[in-house]
């Protein structure tokens, strides 16, 4: 059974920093993808970043890019999201998801199905 668990989340000033975790559990497969959505009050959850565990590429919606990084610690079973330059837009419930379907990338439409496996989430808000 896969198992995701964030953490991190918080209250930070824009123009600041926070790391989230997931910490992941339960693959019986290397062909798998992490992947970090949000949603903020109001509005539908997005995909903004994802990395494969195959091969470590990753993918990044446009308005995070340069902002955001997803990367991973294998022996630890974790993907982290460094999230700099914090906007006050950023403020969301953020979630990882798993995605175990092979696919040729791992965001875009992608972000849109496969990812059926959800942590709790971790709130994270960006005020001064």
């Known amino acids: 059974q896969v198992q995701l668990v964030e953490s991190g989340g918080g209250l930070v000033q824009p123009g600041g920093s926070l790391k989230l975790s997931c910490a992941a559990s339960?693959?019986?497969?290397?062909?798998?993808?992490i992947g970090w959505f949000r949603q903020a009050p109001g509005k539908e959850r997005e995909g903004i970043s994802c990395i494969r565990n195959s091969d470590g590429k990753t993918d990044y919606l446009n308005s995070v890019k340069g902002r955001f990084t997803i990367s991973r610690d294998g022996a630890k079973n974790t993907v982290y999201l460094q999230m700099n330059s914090l906007k006050p837009e950023d403020t969301a419930v953020y979630y990882c998801?798993?995605?175990?379907?092979?696919?040729?990338?791992?965001?875009?439409?992608?972000?849109?199905?496969?990812?059926?496996?959800w942590g709790q989430g971790t709130p994270v808000t960006v005020s001064s």
């Open positions: 998801a798993a995605d175990l379907a092979r696919r040729p990338y791992c965001g875009g439409a992608y972000f849109y199905i496969g990812y059926d496996y």
């Open positions: 339960g693959f019986t497969s290397d062909y798998y993808a």
